[in-house]
């Protein structure tokens, strides 16, 4: 035996503790994103974000809005597995062979998605459902001599953003006292506006996919730099949108939130439109955008 052993060491470097966690980590990314769960959490933080700028609060609204987001959301990438398998792989690993139980994820959601919106009002049942309805009349050919409003270049954008608008403006304002018609249409046009330039950066983002599936969208039929500066066009009319605000005194607690959420657009804009290749933290942090921007506003209404 050597006078001088060297003892190998018991534990395992930490930089492999590191990269098993980087990895699991990057797992549970692509699973948050692929499930449509991340997207579902932060469409329900739309519905509290509108809520406290409206002044209402209620928590099954709230969760009702997660719910119907994912069954929306969920249904969409069952159906668009073929697309998505060149846009975006990862998602298709995670779906693929779990079909049954994204279906029956999928129905579940449906069902709490009525229950809690039946609980709430009636009428809340037919705004929750909306994108759904959109969805299929989307999807669907209507005449035979017609083509599907899937195959109409922007239409897929504007039924979203409409969506979007609906949900999240419309919800909140069914716990309004009084009626507040001109706020709520603020709102509508903030959300819907929100929701037409993110859709437009995933356009970009799938730009290649959809040119080899022969897919119509802005990007594809006006190019990446001309979608750009649509983009920032459209993100520009919010500023009018904030001082109209100010001057009517809509939201004023929360218009540095508000401002920031503008900004932030601006900068999600130009920081992806540079890029060739686009990856998960299009998600995160574009459709991630409200998780800091609630935040903000909740520590407004703390201290203000």
């Not at 006078?3 to 534990?11: G, Y």
């Not at 990057?26 to 409206?54: C, D, P, Q, R, T």
């Not at 929750?128 to 954008?157: A, E, H, M």
């Not at 949900?167 to 006292?177: E, F, I, K, R, V």
Request: hydrophobic share 50%.
């Amino acid at each position: 035996m050597p006078l001088f052993a060297v003892k190998r060491n018991p534990f395992p470097p930490l930089n492999k503790y590191a990269r098993n966690f980087k990895e699991n980590l990057e797992h549970f990314k692509n699973f948050l994103i692929s499930s449509s769960i991340f997207i579902s959490i932060n469409g329900a933080l739309k519905v509290l974000f509108a809520s406290l700028l409206l002044g209402v609060f209620a928590p099954n609204l709230i969760l009702a809005s997660f719910f119907s987001v994912y069954s929306v959301y969920s249904l969409n990438k069952l159906t668009d597995m073929k697309e998505d398998a060149i846009n975006n792989p990862d998602r298709v690993k995670v779906i693929a062979g779990r079909e049954r139980i994204f279906a029956t994820s999928v129905f579940s959601s449906f069902v709490i998605t009525f229950i809690l919106g039946f609980m709430h009002d009636f009428c809340c049942v037919f705004i929750l459902f909306f994108p759904l309805f959109c969805g299929i009349i989307y999807s669907v050919r209507i005449l035979p001599s017609l083509p599907r409003l899937k195959d109409i270049t922007g239409v897929k954008n504007l039924i979203i953003s409409i969506s979007w608008g609906v949900g999240s403006s419309l919800l909140p304002a069914t716990c309004l006292q009084e009626r507040q018609p001109l706020q709520v249409a603020f709102l509508f046009y903030f959300f819907a506006t929100k929701s037409f330039v993110n859709s437009l950066l995933f356009d970009v983002r799938d730009i290649e996919g959809d040119r080899i599936n022969g897919v119509r969208t802005i990007p594809v039929v006006i190019g990446r730099e001309k979608a750009k500066k649509l983009m920032l066009s459209l993100n520009s009319t919010l500023l009018i949108w904030l001082i109209l605000s100010f001057y009517l005194g809509f939201f004023r607690k929360y218009l540095p939130v508000l401002a920031f959420s503008i900004a932030y657009g601006y900068w999600y804009i130009l920081h992806f439109s540079r890029k060739r290749e686009i990856g998960k933290s299009l998600d995160l942090l574009v459709d991630g955008e409200w998780m800091p921007t609630v935040l903000l506003a909740l520590l407004f209404a703390c201290l203000l």
